[in-house]
């Protein structure tokens, strides 16, 4: 019900930072819980950060605690991941997706069916 296309990765040296972007193209943009969500080569896709429908609730995983900031602007049909004091251990395709779940599987990967197709997100040391 939605389509979404993740922007903004790149390649950036440790410490240094990057905003992604998640744009979605449907019309219920505001009915969806929004998760970013990685996966480096040779591992399970993780859940990083995810947001509530109204954005009142935000979760982050204990690995970008402190580091990472998850927004979403309605009007713009956009989610947003600012991420700050990048390390190597951060390289991995990043991944946004929408769905309906609840509070509680708001970050697990399993919850959701609707993805987006990636962005490569490297840093150097």
């Known amino acids: 019900q939605v389509q979404l296309v993740e922007s903004g990765g790149g390649l950036v040296q440790a410490g240094g930072s990057l905003r992604l972007s998640c744009a979605a193209s449907?019309?219920?943009?505001?009915?969806?819980?929004m998760g970013w969500f990685r996966q480096a080569p040779g591992t399970e896709r993780e859940g990083v950060s995810c947001?509530?429908?109204?954005?009142?609730?935000?979760k982050y995983s204990h690995f970008v605690k402190g580091r990472f900031t998850i927004d979403r602007n309605s009007a713009e049909n956009k989610v947003y991941l600012q991420m700050n004091n990048l390390e190597p251990e951060d390289t991995a395709v990043y991944y946004c997706?929408?769905?309906?779940?609840?509070?509680?599987?708001?970050?697990?990967?399993?919850?959701?069916?609707?993805w987006g197709q990636g962005t490569q997100v490297t840093v150097s040391s």
């Open positions: 997706a929408a769905d309906v779940p609840t509070v509680q599987s708001m970050c697990d990967p399993s919850a959701y069916d609707n």
């Open positions: 947001i509530s429908v109204s954005g009142n609730t935000k």
């Open positions: 449907g019309r219920t943009f505001s009915d969806y819980a």
